[in-house]
């Protein structure tokens, strides 16, 4: 499989401070690639970066098999962070004025508009004015205006940050048929289940570094399996002092235990002490994972 | 550049489109063109309140005669006097103190303090010296209103007309002979002979001030009305797209100099199509009035385009430059007085320019880059113009300028653009424009 992006030992630096440090990544075409790390860990740097909207000071970049991503920047499609829209403008002319910088044609631009327009479950309100849209459907029509020329790479930092549990899944979907018509989805997020759930392929920086980078399943093997989800009759009490417990994440209702022996002998000092309920010997979750490499 | 175009056509459509343009395209000449109607409406009859002021005279001989003009003046007659013009405003109601035999001081305060007391709105003394004409004295006006000036104007001509009458009687001499033998001639401003096309010698014609100096005067206005404008609107646009987190969404798709260029397009693009408009609304009104949208010639016009896009590119590049550096519209206009004083100051310096359009000082100043689309734009509208490699020179050295602030721009622009948070100090934007 060939690669959509190839970072190589990529170095970007603001006032001194690295911001992104020696970076290489390989983002294989027609995948969902997911981007996580904390705030201010180097993420919309390498995003922009990828975007050509920064120029690194060392290494090389190629999009799409150009090493001139500006080049490749017409068959890109960029969903940035922080992201507004003109308010005094319909949303026609607002979806045909990005389209024609992609280098589409109005009549492609029309076609795509109205589709993706009733996908998102807007449909005949092309003639709206911005400013008369809520926060929600503002989102969506962001969306549709990075996908509006059909990109062969999407990039999207948190596309989903502000949006409500039915406006998320059908941006979701539209993601999700993105990669199904042959475009390579790579996306920030700070929502690790969304990653986990979505993503063939995961990296996390820290620090300007790259901590983490494959698939969820080997991240996780990783990891190992020293992973306890339990419930008890007393909950997270039921854990204090315990000497095998080196983490505890209470969810209430249910605990999930980091072990540093086994975990057999584990349950049976946690049955002398309450009633268990449910007991799983489990991979550490992406969260999980997250919080050990990013925990000051 | 084909983004740059599309940059440019959305950003004319935007501003076409807005409320500004608009209001600009036709609020404007309504309020000129009422404010030209109401002056000349109101010009004759804008103040019609009497004054009457004292009038204490030490020669004896003057106030009678001086009442006598003062009451034909008032009455609408016209006067004998050929120095006292007709009433156009208000009455001037002359009221004879005699002069006291005491201290005239006290005379004088207490004509003041009637004045103060609102009974006489002045009064004026006649010297008994003013008779001699080897004298240096003066007719003395007493007013606490010291701007207006209509009635000492009056009073001037009038007392005068009295006073030479006397000084001419005392002499013996018939002043109506002596005004006839004096009589000046009139001078006939003229343009020069030419021969026409069809070799006929085609005869001078008469110099007319509101085509000698109106017409360029109308244009220099233009220029500036139309760069005051249109440059901060560049720069609100580039601050809008910026606080709206627009600007990264763009320079996903364009460069930032592509982004740049295309907003220049498009104001330069508004610009001339709201000066096109103007034009030919002025020379409709100038042809009515006067039949002068001859004196606008097609010369005159290509130079202003010239000078006009030039200018667009200079100032635009700055305000959008500024733009992209500030965080908010308030940093920004901190930042925009210079650039605007750059704007203002040939301005200034244009009646130099009027009244001696090829001195040393005009030249060099019409040199001057940012002055250029004023000053030089003004020599070009006045007869006989200044010669074509002044104009080559200054074309040259406005489109290297342009060109050099184009390029600084763009680098402060592609920079300042994703910065947020703060405003951008005039270091850190040289060392942007440094940078390699």
Redesign the interface.
Known sequence: MSNAISLTGVTKQFNGTRAVDDLSLSVPAGSIYGFIGPNGSGKTTTL?MI?H??LPDRGEIEVLGSRDT?AA??R?G???E????????TIR?LLR??G???GASISDIDAASDYWMGRMELPGLLDRQIETLSKGMSQKI?FV??IIANPALLILNEPFSGLDPVNAHVLKDAVLEMRQRGATVVFSTHDMATAERMCDRIFMIFRGRKVLDGTLESIQSEYGADTVRLRTSQGAAALVDMPDVEAVNDFGQLQEVRLKGDPQAFLARLAARASVYHFEVTRPSLQDIFVRIAKP | MR?AL??AQ?EF??LV?SKAFLVGLILMPVVMGTSIMLVRATKDATDMKDRTFAIVDYTGVVAEPFKAVANLYNSGTPSAMDTVLPRKGARFIPVEIKPSEGNPEELRLDLSNRVRKQELFAFVEVPAEILDPASTTSIRYYSDHPSYNALPQWLRATINAVVLNERFRRASIDRALVVRLTKQAPIDELGLFERGADGEIKAAEEVNAARAYGIPVAVLALMYITIMTSAPQLLNSVIE?K????S????????PFELMMGKLLGGAATSIVLCGIYIAGGLIVVQYWGGYASAVTPSILGWFLLYLTLALFIFGSLFVAIGAACNDLKDSQNMMTPVMLLVMIPVFTAGTVLRAPDGTLATVLSLVPTAAPFLMLLRICLQPGPPMWQIVVSVVIMTCTALAVVWAAGKIFRTGL?M?GKSATLGEMVKWVTAK
Do not use: C, N, W
């Open positions: 922009r975007m909207i920064l500006a920047r017409d890109v960029y969903l940035p922080e992201r507004g829209l003109y308010k005094k403008m002319r004025y990005y024609r910088l992609k962001q205006a990075a | 983004k599309i940059v959305s459509v935007t489109k797209e606080m709206s987190r627009i990264e969404v763009l320079i996903g798709s364009v460069t994703l947020q």
